[in-house]
């Protein structure tokens, strides 16, 4: 705060859209390691525990795929969702899309099939949600700090995902059952709290104050560079 020239300016939190945004990040970072660590532990869970799978690490793995891909073809598809629905209602219905994920797993588990779709619809929610973010961000500050912010937000987003790993193993460790193993009890309750946080981001996104910065012409970044900033945001983070 008192470097004159920065190389990450905390400064630019002070934006309500910037601030809205980089919360979201954050929630939204926790639920989904949240979920990726309790679906993989989940499927190659024995079946003589009367749950789980008996899956491969490979199969586990598979699992994942249409996560990836529906994160990938929903984020394509944001700016034509932006210009009918509006950045702050893309963004909450992402949320809550992936909370529906969540929620499905959490209720359906009996079949393997049930993984690939609940990751799939994870992939819907997240992609869009992710995609969005940066370009909410850029928008609201000069172009000249697009660095720095953007620097900002990812160190927020991991910090979401290292914090969500960290609560789905202790939530696991808090429920084990005789053989030592987690119960199937523990990853429902995994589940439910991803879903939770899915919420409280949809809350953070449509109820915290996202006043439009006015910027004169030459402050602003050109819009292709924010179409470009928001698909390559949206594709890296695909597993």
Do not use: K
């Amino acid at each position: 705060m008192r470097t004159e020239n920065p190389l990450v300016q905390l400064r630019l939190l002070r934006h309500p859209s910037v601030l809205s945004a980089d919360a979201c990040a954050l929630v939204l970072g926790v639920a989904m390691y949240m979920v990726l660590s309790g679906v993989t532990e989940f499927v190659q869970s024995p079946r003589s525990g009367g749950f789980g799978f008996s899956a491969s690490a490979i199969v586990a793995g598979l699992v994942l795929i249409p996560l990836s891909f529906f994160m990938l073809t929903s984020s394509r598809t944001l700016p034509t969702l932006v210009a009918r629905m509006g950045i702050r209602a893309v963004l909450t219905l992402g949320c809550l899309i992936a909370a529906l994920g969540c929620g499905f797993f959490a209720v359906f588990h009996g079949a393997l099939w049930q993984a690939f779709v609940m990751t799939g619809v994870l992939g819907v929610g997240l992609g869009t949600t992710f995609a969005a973010i940066p370009g909410v961000i850029v928008q609201a500050i000069p172009a000249r700090e697009t660095g720095s912010a953007m620097g900002f937000y990812q160190v927020v987003r991991f910090t979401g995902f290292s914090l969500g790993s960290a609560l789905a193993a202790t939530v696991l460790a808090a429920h084990v059952g005789g053989n030592g193993q987690p119960t199937v009890g523990g990853y429902t309750v995994v589940l439910w709290i991803s879903g939770s946080f899915c919420v409280l981001a949809a809350a953070l996104v449509w109820f915290l104050p996202a006043r439009t910065t006015r910027l004169t012409p030459a402050e602003r970044l050109p819009t292709d560079e924010i179409r470009l900033l928001e698909q390559t945001d949206g594709d890296g983070l695909s597993p």
